[in-house]
Nanobody, 116 residues
Framework: QVQLVESGGGLVQNGGSLRLSCAASGSIFGIKAMSWYRQAPGNQRELVAT???????SYADSVKGRFTISRDNAKNTVYLQMDSLKSEDTAVYLC??????????WGQGTQVTVSS
């Protein structure tokens, strides 16, 4: 059974940087897109960034210019480089893999806390 394992979260000061990683523990045939979401307490889950199999990227307006999503297809891994972090970026970050066939896969989430 495929599992997504996230790493890289933690506590960082305002203006700092973190790099999140999400790797699939098993093989997934045909990943259409990989995404990062986040959810802060009391808020709905928010789509942060997406990268397609072709390498096209898209970002939420709130993170454009500060976050960069990338992927390693050979390793079935997606990354999120987060720079110039703000207190409002504090949330649990979850990765999502959308296969060509079947249901989406979700990671368990990693906490990112930005202190002011």
């Amino acid at each position: 059974q495929v599992q997504l394992v996230e790493s890289g979260g933690g506590l960082v000061q305002n203006g700092g940087s973190l790099r999140l990683s999400c790797a699939a523990s098993g093989s997934i045939f045909g990943i259409k897109a990989m995404s990062w979401y986040r959810q802060a307490p009391g808020n709905q889950r928010e789509l942060v960034a997406t990268i397609t199999s072709g390498g096209s990227t898209s970002y939420a307006d709130s993170v454009k210019g500060r976050f960069t999503i990338s992927r390693d297809n050979a390793k079935n891994t997606v990354y999120l480089q987060m720079d110039s972090l703000k207190s409002e970026d504090t949330a649990v970050y979850l990765c999502n893999f959308r296969p060509v066939l079947g249901s989406n896969y979700w990671g368990q989430g990693t906490q990112v806390t930005v202190s002011s």
